[in-house]
Nanobody, 123 residues
Framework: QVQLVESGGGLVQAGGSLRLSCAAP????????MGWFRQVPGKEREFVAV????????NYADSVKGRFTISRDNVKDMAYLQMNSLKPEDTAVYYC????????????????WGQGTQVTVLS
């Protein structure tokens, strides 16, 4: 069973920064896009960012554009989410995900998931 593992979450003051990491040992599965999603209690899992096969193509939710940056290191089988200028509304459990080939924005299109890491932003 393939499992992704997120880390780097925590508690931060508004305006601060966090860098999330995702160990994604799925190279054997084949080429894949990586994504970050977030979820708060009582709400659907929300798209945050996605990055393509080689890292050249990215897409972001409007709510995080200009503040978050997704990246990946295919040699290390890692994905990252740099979060700057954090806002209280960014508070959520953040999940790393992967899917074959092309990027998608829907969580239902992703096959592999991590357990989530909590990000809490104080007002």
């Amino acid at each position: 069973q393939v499992q992704l593992v997120e880390s780097g979450g925590g508690l931060v003051q508004a305006g601060g920064s966090l860098r999330l990491s995702c160990a994604a040992p799925i190279r054997a599965v084949g080429p894949h896009a990586m994504g970050w999603f977030r979820q708060v209690p009582g709400k659907e899992r929300e798209f945050v960012a996605v990055i393509g096969l080689s890292g050249g193509s990215t897409n972001y939710a409007d709510s995080v554009k200009g503040r978050f940056t997704i990246s990946r290191d295919n040699v290390k089988d890692m994905a990252y989410l740099q979060m700057n200028s954090l806002k209280p509304e960014d508070t959520a459990v953040y999940y790393c995900a992967a899917r074959p080939w092309v990027v998608e924005l829907s969580s239902s299109k992703f096959d592999f998931w991590g357990q989530g890491t909590q990000v809490t932003v104080l007002s």
